[in-house]
């Protein structure tokens, strides 16, 4: 007679089996052998079952109690295991390879000269600069006539473009949003105006005609050359890096006086001089100047009252200098071997 404690322990095995044969049928077929071998008639819990009867008459009813619970155990998970098996797609499908490398999904990115722009204007935006735009047709007023440009001085020629309509072009500079902003709002100004612009220029290495400008421009009650200066050394200090160097150089432009072109010393070489910088060991970055009178008075500021600075540079160009890039066109001609790279 098999002691009841053994018996027991039978069943708990019995139970354990048939769970585990259960939950590893792949197939509705393994699963109803599974339900043959540990509860069908002739089956290990059946067996025990019938066992039952030879145990002693006060172990019965706790015998009893726990087969009929391994039983309903057996059954709810046999339920379940066949619901999961009739819900798979296919029971001979292989199961997923998830050590598999996905496919590569095709990720856009910031083009170079987008985040040149992004990162000067971030660089203002800390010295309290507004970034805002303004619009690529622009009259003749916008982009000559109210920056002291008359449309008959050879100075226009400078900033030659192509027309739209009578009097309606596309701008050659963001300078005109210069006076859009003095218009609009009161000093003090400070603003960043990042667009594109349009010239009668040739597409060659150093020239595309359609590039990004960023316009600069800063107007309060005493502002001087000083703080215009110490701003853009700054600037560069920020962009280009602690080390670089800037100079000052007189320079021409009707709306402002003194006008000055800036240059930085040369990322490539540091300043001695190579390919980069055409051996002068500089890189032109900006036209500038303090704001001129006549400018103020075309937008109705006071000249006698307000004074400040603008600059204007060019952030593709810029780009070529700090990446090395040999070739403006690269910039524009939308091959991604050459885009992807500053991904
Ligand atoms: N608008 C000039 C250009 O396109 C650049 C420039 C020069 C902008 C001096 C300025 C400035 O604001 O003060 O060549």
């Known amino acids: ?36 071998r540990y509860l069908g008639r002739s089956g290990g819990l059946t067996d025990v079952l019938r066992r039952l009867g030879q145990a002693p008459a006060a172990q019965r009813p706790v015998l009893g109690a726990a087969a009929n619970e391994a039983k309903r155990r057996l059954q709810a998970a046999l339920e379940e295991r066949a619901v999961a098996l009739k819900r798979a797609p296919s029971t001979t499908r292989p199961p997923a390879d998830l050590t598999m490398p996905g496919r590569r999904a095709c990720w856009g ?7 040149v722009i992004d990162e000067i204007c971030e660089i203002f935006r800390e010295l309290g600069f507004s970034r805002v735009r303004g619009p690529e047709a622009e009259t003749e007023w916008y982009n000559f006539e109210a920056l002291n440009i008359p449309l008959e001085h050879p100075a226009a020629d400078m900033w030659d473009t192509f027309y739209l309509a009578d009097g309606v072009l596309l701008r ?15 000093p003090p100004v400070r603003v960043v105006v990042p667009g594109m612009c349009y010239r009668r220029d040739p597409f060659d290495a150093t020239h595309a005609p359609a590039f990004e400008q960023i316009e600069g421009l800063a107007v309060d009650e005493g502002i001087d050359f000083v703080e215009f200066r110490f701003t853009i050394e700054h600037f560069v200090h920020r962009f280009f890096g602690k080390h670089t160097r800037t100079r000052f150089r007189p320079a021409y432009f009707p709306f402002t006086e003194p006008s000055a072109e800036v240059d930085a010393t040369c990322g490539s070489c540091g300043g001695d ?22 400018v103020f008075e075309a937008v109705g500021y006071d000249p006698e009252r307000y004074t400040g600075y603008a600059f204007g540079m060019g952030p593709a160009r810029i780009a070529m200098a700090r990446y090395g890039i040999p070739d403006i066109r690269l910039f524009y001609e939308g091959d991604l071997r050459f885009l992807e790279q500053f991904r």
Do not use: F, N, Y
Not at 3 to 30: F, H, K, N, Y
Not at 109 to 115: A, L, N
Not at 273 to 281: E, F, L, P, R, V
């Open 109 to 115: 990115g910031v083009h170079p000269v987008t985040r």
């Open 273 to 294: 001089g190579c390919s980069t910088c055409k051996g002068t060991g500089w890189i032109e970055i900006m036209g500038s100047g303090m704001v001129h009178p006549a």
């Open 1 to 36: 007679m098999t002691p009841p404690v053994q018996l027991l322990d039978t069943l708990t095995r019995i139970e354990e089996e048939g769970l585990a044969a259960i939950e590893s049928s792949g197939s509705l077929d393994e699963l109803e052998a599974a339900r043959i």
């Open 172 to 186: 050659s500079h963001t300078s005109p949003v210069q006076a859009r902003i003095m218009e609009t709002h009161d």
